[in-house]
């Protein structure tokens, strides 16, 4: 993923379940996600990516996913 990234566009990452397809919105401020700290910045960019196919919600870091067209 790069920083270029903007909320609502359509990524796809890999995981043990096989290619995961979501979107994501920028995190630049630490959250609580699902009973868990994200320390996320504006130095420090995280993104929360929801799964398409199940709803669940997760940070990821930029580098992690990449950009679909």
């Known amino acids: ?3 270029d990234m903007e909320k ?5 990452w ?9 979107t994501l919105k920028k995190l630049s ?3 609580e996600i699902e009973g ?3 320390a996320a910045s504006k130095d420090d960019l995280q993104y929360l990516v ?3 196919r ?3 919600v997760a940070a990821r ?9």
Not at 8 to 12: K, L, N, R, Y
Not at 14 to 22: F, K, L
Not at 61 to 69: E, I, M, Y
């Open 1 to 3: 993923m790069t920083k």
């Open 8 to 12: 609502g566009d359509a990524v796809a």
């Open 14 to 22: 890999r995981s043990s379940q096989g290619t995961i397809e979501g």
């Open 29 to 31: 401020a630490s959250v």
């Open 36 to 38: 868990r700290r994200v």
């Open 50 to 52: 929801k799964n398409d």
């Open 54 to 56: 199940t709803g669940a």
């Open 61 to 69: 870091l930029p580098d992690t996913s990449t950009k679909k067209d």
